[in-house]
């Protein structure tokens, strides 16, 4: 069993920084990870993800070359920088992991969450 836990979220103005980190309970290490994020009244969407094995990435073309999703298996942690935000990047931010190493942009591949953290971009 894993949990995650996000942390890291809070209120920025339009294009600054934050940086997110999820921290795993349990060994994550060969897992392919993601962030998601909701927005009000969204559905929930893709953000980034790390394979499990050399850590390539995918990204959303919303987050591409402002976010960047990183992971250090040693502290059992992934990691969303995100730069350039916009008022549009406001959200619940979610972590997720999934058994295996393949990326993965869909949030029916994950089998285990965190609770979400808030990001709220102001303009």
């Known amino acids: 069993q894993v949990q995650l836990v996000e942390s890291g979220g809070g209120l920025v103005q339009a294009g600054g920084s934050v940086g997110l980190s999820c921290a795993a309970s349990g060994r994550t290490f060969g897992y392919a990870m993601g962030w998601f994020r909701q927005a009000p009244g969204k559905e929930r969407e893709f953000v980034a993800t790390?394979?499990?094995?050399?850590?390539?990435?995918t990204y959303a073309d919303s987050a591409k070359g402002r976010f960047t999703i990183s992971r250090d298996d040693a502290k059992n942690s992934i990691y969303l920088r995100m730069n350039g935000l916009k008022p549009e990047d406001t959200a619940v931010y979610y972590c997720?992991?999934?058994?295996?190493?393949?990326?993965?942009?869909?949030?029916?591949?994950?089998?285990?969450w965190g609770q979400g953290t808030q990001v709220t971009v102001s303009s």
């Open positions: 997720a992991a999934r058994r295996g190493v393949l990326r993965s942009i869909y949030g029916s591949d994950y089998i285990y």
């Open positions: 790390i394979g499990g094995d050399v850590g390539s990435t």
